[in-house]
């Protein structure tokens, strides 16, 4: 594969907690912990792991939505993290975020031509309020909004709709790298399909790349090029999307898998039970973070972080276990 | 799928009400408040188109007329003067209506310099936070902590003249704190929802997203304020007015005709009765009034 379009190196995102009488900074919820990975033009990035495993964080984080704490994040050759005001502000178009709640993320306040057309606002992208209006209706049939609903607002729409408005916000700009945050997992299932087929013909259409969380592995199977595997905040395994499914390497992959239910009462299979809960990201469990519930855990995992080893081409796991 | 698709255009369109129909409505079913509004409406009207209705002009006095015993000073009221008349035989409706419009003005034009100093420092602490949020809620806290009555009074009587306008800054000077408290407590709410993210994800700057986005946001509980604030700030007037530092006669405001009427409270009750019952209608009904759109814009109504 050629450069990467987005390169994340080492990047940690600590959240400070105060208290005590002072106010001061007590602890840091470690939300992402040394995260490396590269996303490649035109393909899409699968982001999978438990809740308050770090996905959204990650990703609203390589958006620089969240400053992070340290590491790098490069887009197209700039280290977009090094960027301050003004200069971040006008590379913002080209990188772009559909959130995960269609109702929140919409202002109530504002009708759905200046929600959909404030980024050619913002930009400066046109000069006349015609030309803005035409681009939104442009769009607005590219996401399957029809025309005439253009001056309603937000509570006029149903979830689905909503979504949509969202998705027609992010792409208004044509961006090059889109982060999906759990597009759908806020919808009925009747809907989920239709904003994903959405999703894959738009990146089609527009040759989007996509970094796509989710917690639903059928989701994340339908969508993804390859695959990232979270666990508190740090990556256990990432690998293509068929080989992350037919071989998974890490014990924690292996045991998210096993938990996906097959449709299918015949199918009687083995499954891998984690015991416990997720430790809390305040306090971290020492040396690999799995270890505490890792079936196959070894003296060694407790005192030493495992690096990201290349296993076989493309198939990268941070586990001591996995020779 | 095409099943769903149907179902979902079906559901949005019909017409939907836009939001200030909606508070309408509600508000519609808060009685008084709705009284209140009328009572605002023809009260407001009345100072407003009154004075040219009337026979006498608020400072003309009325002539001792030996056959006529109902016009002159401290008369009572009669078909000739229906309010009465003052110590120098001034028609006291005529007063009552043009004192109005200057007690008015000075409850809405401080209520909205106090909102717009406000709305501005709140904006600013709830969305920047910080050291910047500290310095200017200290401030605040400061004002706060003076005691009103008496530092009203000595500002105004170092600022010279007795004009409308020294009384409308100095309503302001003091009146700005209770909103920007408010402001900036729905402003830390407000900056964390998603659709502020959400604008920020796409390159707004923080102004667009304070002014743009956020204001509107926050418009309920501004209007709740504001609407509780003219009632106030018509009391402060009178008050000011009452003690001699407000507006200076000949101008009437209903104040000041409280004060002038205390001489002759015994003579001639009707002074006090009319201004005093002017002011107490006006100031319940403002009050009725943000009452009902305090509930009629109520947060919790989701759109």
């Not at chain 1, 607002?153 to 979504?163: I, K, M, T, V």
Request: charged share 20%; net charge neutral.
């Amino acid at each position: 594969m050629s450069e990467p379009l987005v390169s994340v190196k080492n990047l940690k995102k600590y959240f400070p907690i105060h208290g005590g009488v002072l106010g001061g900074v007590i602890a840091h919820v470690k939300a992402v912990d040394d995260v490396s990975f590269d996303i490649y033009e035109g393909e899409t990035l699968g982001l999978v792991g438990e809740s308050g495993s770090g996905k959204t964080t990650i990703g609203k984080t390589i958006l620089m939505l969240y400053p992070p704490t340290s590491g790098d994040i490069n887009f197209q050759g700039t280290l977009i993290n090094k960027l301050k005001g003004e200069e971040l502000r006008r590379l913002r178009r080209n990188f772009q975020i559909i959130f995960q709640d269609p109702y929140g993320s919409l202002n109530p306040r504002m009708p759905i031509s200046e929600i959909i057309g404030e980024p050619l606002v913002v930009h400066n992208i046109y000069k006349t309020r015609k030309e803005i209006l035409d681009r939104v209706v442009e769009v607005m049939e590219l996401v399957g909004l029809r025309p005439e609903y253009i001056n309603r607002y937000p509570h006029e729409f149903s979830g689905g709709q909503r979504q949509r408005i969202g998705i027609a916000r992010a792409i208004i700009l044509n961006p090059k790298f889109v982060v999906c945050d759990e597009p759908v997992s806020a919808l009925d299932v009747s809907i989920q399909s239709q904003v994903i087929n959405l999703l894959n013909d738009l990146q089609e259409k527009l040759n989007l790349t996509y970094l796509f969380i989710a917690h639903d592995m059928a989701v994340i199977r339908h969508m993804s090029d390859r695959i990232v595997v979270l666990y508190l905040g740090r990556v256990m395994e990432i690998a293509v999307n068929d080989e992350l499914f037919d071989s998974p390497l890490h014990p924690y992959t292996q045991a998210l898998l096993s938990s996906v239910p097959i449709p299918d009462p015949e199918i009687k299979k083995e499954r891998a039970v984690l015991q416990g809960d997720i430790p809390s990201p305040i306090n971290p469990p020492s040396g690999c973070v799995f270890h505490t519930r890792c079936p196959v855990a070894m003296p060694v995992c407790r005192e030493l972080i495992p690096e990201q080893r290349e296993i076989k081409k493309d198939h990268f796991v941070s586990c001591h276990a996995v020779k | 799928m095409a099943i769903s698709q149907e179902y979902e255009s079906e559901l949005t369109t019909y017409k939907a009400e836009t939001y200030w129909q909606i508070v309408f409505k509600r508000l519609k079913k808060h009685k008084l408040a709705i009284i209140s509004l009328v009572l605002l409406i023809i009260i407001i009207l009345a100072c407003l188109i009154g004075p040219f209705f009337v026979k006498y002009h608020y400072n003309d006095m009325s002539n001792y007329d030996p056959d006529n015993p109902f016009v002159g000073e401290y008369k009572p009221p009669s078909k000739y003067h229906l309010f009465g008349t003052d110590e120098l035989g001034r028609d006291t409706l005529s007063r009552i209506l043009y004192g109005g419009r200057i007690s008015l003005f000075v409850g809405f034009a401080s209520v909205f310099s106090a909102i717009i100093i406000g709305v501005f420092v709140g904006a600013i602490s709830g969305y920047y936070g910080g050291i910047l949020d500290t310095l200017l809620m200290r401030f605040t806290d400061i004002m706060f902590s003076i005691p009103v009555m008496p530092l009203l009074v000595v500002l105004a009587t170092i600022i010279p003249g007795g004009g409308v306008w020294k009384i409308i800054l100095v309503i302001t000077i003091f009146g700005w704190m209770t909103d920007a408290r408010l402001v900036r407590g729905v402003y830390l709410s407000l900056k964390e929802q998603e659709f502020t993210e959400a604008a920020r994800a796409i390159g707004a700057s923080n102004s667009r997203i304070i002014w743009k986005h956020l204001l509107p946001n926050s418009m309920a509980p501004i209007i709740v304020s504001s609407t509780l604030g003219v009632g106030g700030n018509i009391i402060y007037e009178a008050s000011l007015s009452y003690l001699g530092f407000g507006i200076m006669p000949p101008t009437p405001s209903w104040g000041n005709m409280l004060q002038n009427a205390q001489s002759a409270m015994f003579n001639a009750p009707w002074l006090i009765w009319f201004p005093g019952i002017a002011i107490f209608i006006t100031v319940l009904a403002f009050n009725f009034l943000g009452d009902g759109l305090r509930d009629a814009l109520d947060p919790r109504l989701k759109l």
